[in-house]
């Protein structure tokens, strides 16, 4: 069962921007600490961004940090990721999550420690 939902993904030329949000019809997102997952072809998957339940705090991966931004929209129910000055290296499918548990910090940015996903959204960089 899809637990969450990501839109937003396209294609964009390298400097572009996009916006994605993950929503869900099934969870209170503002409940949970949620993060921003990552996949390019033949990769695994990487943590690139959460922002914590608790005390709203966000972490970014290095190579994101200062381009992308994570928030919350409480009364939509989503957590959108804004992507800025984008990259061919960025082109990748998108995944929102989420932890089993309720009012936590975000988890260290292994796969393995979410439990809730969406199917993801395709985020393309070329000229």
């Known amino acids: 069962q899809v637990q969450f939902v990501e839109s937003g993904g396209g294609l964009v030329q390298p400097g572009g921007s996009l916006r994605l949000s993950c929503t869900s019809s099934?969870?209170?997102?503002?409940?949970?600490?949620v993060a921003w997952f990552r996949q390019a072809p033949g990769k695994g998957r990487e943590g690139i961004s959460c922002?914590?339940?608790?005390?709203?705090?966000?972490y970014y991966m290095n190579s994101v940090e200062g381009r992308f931004t994570i928030s919350r929209n409480k009364a939509a129910n989503t957590v959108d990721l804004q992507l800025n000055s984008l990259k061919p290296d960025d082109t990748a499918t998108y995944y929102c999550?989420?932890?089993?548990?309720?009012?936590?910090?975000?988890?260290?940015?292994?796969?393995?420690?979410?439990?809730?996903w969406g199917q993801g959204t395709q985020v393309t960089v070329s000229s």
């Open positions: 922002i914590s339940s608790t005390d709203r705090t966000k």
């Open positions: 999550a989420a932890p089993s548990l309720k009012y936590g910090r975000c988890p260290t940015p292994d796969a393995n420690e979410f439990a809730r």
């Open positions: 099934l969870f209170t997102l503002d409940d949970y600490a």
